[in-house]
């Protein structure tokens, strides 16, 4: 069965500062992993994949994640949070073909000016 | 734009009625996805379809149904309307079942009163 917990339901961080959101999966075979965000009132939009190639994905808005296929780990990360990175994001997993996304709870991110 | 289109936008109802969501995925993908998304539930999957057949279920009631017709657009019905059914509706698509990304429409904001 796959699942997926992303720690830590808020986070807050200064503008400019690292931003690192938290998402842990659970696979019996080698996942399909996604990063989503969602902006107010709108809906979710692909940040970035990883599907079996690099570990290291860059996406969209200067977001990147890592695979980590020891620790079962999809970390989102930016370098320098901007205001307008403000939003909630959703890490899912999918075990490949023929299987449905499982999504975990998602993470509201505040960036303080 | 994800490509993906959703009617209507908004939905004001009555408990004890019924309502039909409409959704038009993205040129050329086969499968489409609806979800509920709450405050209190978060994003919850209800059900998928892809190229017409029911492929996968999630958490979706009985009083809700779902179909997928041949020219690929989708339809959620829900019925004997509750108060706790108020939520966001998305409907996603992707190009074949399961493993490749979704894409998301702006979703159907449903208020039961």
């Known amino acids: 069965a796959q699942s997926v917990t992303q720690l830590g339901s808020h986070v807050s961080v200064s503008e400019g500062a690292l931003v690192l959101l938290r998402c842990n999966y659970s696979?019996?075979?080698?996942?399909?992993l996604f990063w989503y965000v969602q902006y107010p009132n709108q809906g979710l939009q692909l940040l970035l994949k990883?599907?079996?190639?690099?570990?290291l994905v860059k996406g969209i808005n200067g977001f990147e994640a890592e695979f980590k296929k020891s620790e079962t780990s999809f970390h989102l990360t930016k370098p320098s949070a901007h205001m307008s990175d403000a939003a909630e994001y959703f890490c899912?997993?999918?075990?490949?073909?023929?299987?449905?996304?499982?999504f975990g709870t998602g993470t509201s991110l505040t960036v303080i000016p | 734009d994800s490509g993906v289109t959703q009617t209507p936008k908004h939905l004001i109802t009555a408990t004890g009625q019924r309502v039909t969501l409409r959704c038009s995925p993205r040129?050329?993908?086969?499968?489409v996805y609806w979800y509920q998304q709450s405050l209190d539930q978060g994003l919850q999957f209800l059900i998928q379809?892809?190229?017409?057949?029911?492929?996968a279920k999630g958490n979706i009631l009985e009083r809700f149904s779902a179909q997928q017709f041949p020219d690929l657009h989708s339809e959620l019905n829900l019925s004997s309307l509750e108060l706790g059914d108020s939520a966001l509706y998305f409907c996603?698509?992707?190009?074949?079942?399961?493993?490749?990304?979704?894409?998301f429409g702006p979703g159907t904001r449903l208020t039961v009163t």
């Open positions: 040129s050329g993908d086969l499968s």
């Open positions: 696979s019996s075979v080698p996942p399909y």
């Open positions: 996603a698509s992707s190009r074949r079942a399961g493993g490749y990304e979704q894409y």
């Open positions: 379809y892809y190229n017409g057949e029911e492929r």
């Open positions: 990883y599907t079996s190639a690099a570990t």
């Open positions: 899912a997993v999918s075990e490949g073909t023929g299987n449905q996304f499982y």
